[in-house]
């Protein structure tokens, strides 16, 4: 797809028009030497696939005809078996719409195509998804047909002729459905249920920002670059509390407005330079807000309190008007913030050639930035658990990282967007895995030489929320398990060994030996596991379940001697993190009479200077906001303490008002870094509400609560 550099001079010396919600800052006219810079970008973004070939892009258009035929013929069937008068089955019409990065232009190869349809009032969503779904069924060209109808969006999915497409249904209060319509008409909004209000909201945001810009390629070629550019600096996902597709392509919008008559290669700096100046929380805004008087809830902080606690808005042109980026946390607007201040710096040498494009898209290395990382892996037995498990788990992760950010010794949490496969817990089973890195940056440490850090809680509110919601939506079935555990950057190259760059040798050469046999096992640092439903299918779990708890008045599995086992396993290996090669050390449940403890250590514990917040159990989500917060650091990275000790890990669910922080730690003193585990003293019965899930099923689910305690020296 070349750039169109020929009519954009001619274009732009046109009597202006004003954009947005304020004048341009700058109506200077491309030079030369900006127009050169566009090429060489236009250059520089061919490798990374932006562009799709002609070909390509005409089998879409035809695949979207054929889409378009089969709503028409549809919705004329629907109106037959309806005896609406022939008069109107001749020109009942429906069509179908498309959005996002496709109806904007800006789509990359093999990318999805969102696409609406919309149909006269006479047809209801059962039909869509009933009649239209069975249509669609007896395609030839479509496969991987979906329907998901409790959505907060329902939507179709399915391959068609090998192009993935999700189709919304919206049903208009309209006899029939004109070729002509368009969409951002606000009248078209009245007497209609939200759900189609929602379904129609992608296209109308979509099309009024093609209508807010100046000039639509240098848009669209602005917007391929910083789409590839989020994606490679692991900052675009709307649903992990970055920014999604439709937030970038406002922010380019609005740069776009503010420098109307700028080509791409100018508008990419500017981009860069008026959002590392930003003054959030205020918002952007492409248009004046306006009031249709439809009574629709709007964003809108004078009216609504809760509004006025968004970090970043940028608010949609199309009403009702809404903040597309209410997942920002304090942690994701800081490190988005950073990463324009860097886009800026290189942007300032590409214009003055002192660098090239490509610089620009370099992908930085995740694993190397932090010192410390939370590791979250979710598996699941089949394949199709496994990738609704994945979708579940994914769209609650911005929960924890919420979760860690109100921990008082917590600067930053960074999650990379990106997921891996995970390591088997047993090679012998069937098993699907998706592992999710987190970045994290602790406060540093003023005036003691150690501090006990507890993310027990953060962990668990996460897990039982997760757990809380399949059960009750009725997804979640045996051995969907969450497991989560801190890992230093030194010890990533065993998770990822194909990703992770060593500075020392000896790491890189055992990395893939150690996935298999590794002592960074999963259930040290877990927070919350489910097992197969029955006591007997317990005994036979797999060595990520060392203790099982069945909710309910039944005592926990625990061997002493596979604690004990565990303990100097430990100890003999010194931690994953000295370079050695860990020992593995299997363990199975034993029957509930057996009941002990072990201590991993003999040491006794030392005065600690300020322990971390005690905490009970699972808490309600209302009071987690009262737990103290510290002003974020981000300098504090290069000052992030050390671990005196990798990971205190507790296996008994404690009862509710059970201090879950106590710490277990030794003597510290040490330079080396130890693993210190510890097991109850004695066996408590779980109390009714310790598993924090509401309707649990009929047969009892195995909870496993661990804890992730860390002992941090200056």
């Excluded at 990065?101 to 800006?106: A, E, F, I, K, N």
């Excluded at 496969?143 to 399915?158: G, N, W």
């Excluded at 039982?464 to 969907?480: G, N, P």
């Amino acid at each position: 797809m070349p750039f169109p550099i020929a009519n954009q001079v001619q274009t732009s010396q046109q009597s202006p028009k004003h954009y947005g919600i304020t004048s341009p800052i700058s109506l200077a006219l491309p030079k030369e030497v900006d127009l050169a810079l566009t090429r060489k970008l236009t250059e520089a973004l061919k490798p990374y696939g932006v562009f799709e070939e002609e070909l390509e892009l005409q089998r879409r258009i035809l695949v979207l005809g054929k889409l378009n035929m089969l709503v028409k013929e549809w919705i004329r069937d629907i109106s037959e078996t309806k005896n609406l008068p022939m008069s109107i089955i001749e020109n009942v019409g429906g069509k179908i719409f498309t959005f996002g990065s496709y109806r904007l232009g800006v789509h990359t190869k093999g990318a999805d195509i969102d696409a609406l349809c919309v149909a006269p009032r006479h047809v209801e969503r059962a039909d869509f998804f009933s009649s239209f779904y069975e249509k669609l069924k007896e395609q030839e060209e479509v496969k991987d047909l979906r329907a998901v109808e409790e959505a907060f969006v329902p939507v179709i999915k399915l391959s068609f002729d090998g192009i993935e497409i999700d189709i919304l249904f919206a049903r208009l209060a309209l006899q029939t459905i004109p070729e002509d319509l368009d969409l951002r008409d606000d009248s078209l909004l009245k007497n209609l249920d939200i759900r189609c209000i929602r379904s129609l909201n992608g296209c109308r945001v979509t099309d009024e920002i093609l209508h807010l810009v100046p000039n639509i390629e240098n848009f669209r070629l602005t917007l391929r670059a910083i789409k590839l550019w989020a994606k490679r600096h692991n900052i675009y996902s709307n649903i992990l509390g970055f920014l999604g597709g439709v937030s970038w392509a406002m922010l380019v919008a609005r740069t776009c407005q503010l420098y109307p008559n700028a080509v791409a290669s100018t508008l990419v700096h500017k981009f860069f330079l008026v959002f590392s100046k930003w003054e959030w929380p205020n918002p952007v805004l492409l248009k004046q807000p306006e009031d249709c008087n439809l009574n629709l809830p709007v964003w809108d902080p004078r009216v609504t309190p809760s509004d006025r606690y968004h970090l970043m808005p940028i608010i949609t042109p199309a009403y009702p008007q809404q903040n597309s980026t209410y997942n920002v946390s304090v942690s994701t607007r800081a490190v988005m913030i950073d990463e324009f201040k860097q886009g800026l710096a290189i942007t300032d040498e590409i214009l003055q050639n002192k660098a090239e494009w490509s610089k620009l898209f370099e992908a930085p290395n995740f694993f190397q930035k932090y010192k410390h990382y939370i590791v979250l892996l979710a598996s699941a037995p089949t394949e199709k658990q496994h990738l609704e498990w994945v979708g579940l788990v994914e769209s609650k992760i911005r929960i924890l990282v919420g979760n860690l950010e109100k921990n008082e010794f917590i600067t930053l949490a960074h999650v990379n967007p990106q997921s891996f496969p995970g390591p088997k817990e047993d090679v012998e089973k069937q098993e699907f895995n998706t592992m999710w890195v987190i970045g994290i940056v602790f406060k540093k440490v003023e005036g003691s030489e150690n501090l006990n850090v507890d993310l027990t809680y953060d962990i668990q509110s996460f897990t039982d929320t997760v757990y809380r919601q399949a059960i009750s939506s009725k997804m979640f079935e045996a051995d969907m398990k969450i497991t989560a555990m801190h890992v230093k950057r030194k010890q990533l190259h065993q998770l990822l060994p194909n990703l992770v760059i060593q500075k020392r040798r000896k790491h890189s050469t055992e990395g893939v030996r150690l996935l298999n046999e590794t002592n960074l096992d999963l259930s040290l640092d877990s927070d919350n596991s489910m097992s197969i439903p029955s006591p007997t299918a317990v005994l036979k779990s797999c060595p990520l379940n060392h203790a099982s708890n069945l909710p309910g008045p039944v005592p926990s599995l625990t061997s002493p001697s596979d604690s004990q086992a565990k303990a100097d396993a430990a100890d003999s290996s010194g931690g994953v993190s000295n370079g050695q090669k860990p020992s593995s050390a299997a363990t199975q449940p034993t029957p509930p009479h057996t009941a002990a403890s072990t201590r991993a250590t003999n040491r006794t514990p030392p005065p600690t200077p300020k322990p971390a917040l005690k905490r009970s159990g699972s808490p309600p989500l209302e009071d987690r906001g009262k737990r103290p917060r510290l002003e974020e650091d981000p300098a504090a990275d290069a000052d992030s303490p050390a671990l005196d000790s990798e990971a205190a890990s507790s296996v008994e669910p404690t009862q509710s008002g059970e201090d879950m922080s106590q710490s277990q730690e030794g003597e510290g003193k040490e330079p080396e870094e130890k693993v210190t585990s510890s097991v109850p003293v004695t066996q408590k019965v779980l109390s009714a509400d310790l598993s924090d899930v509401p309707l649990l099923p009929p047969n009892p689910i195995p909870v496993v609560k661990n804890s992730i305690k860390l002992r941090l020296s200056r």
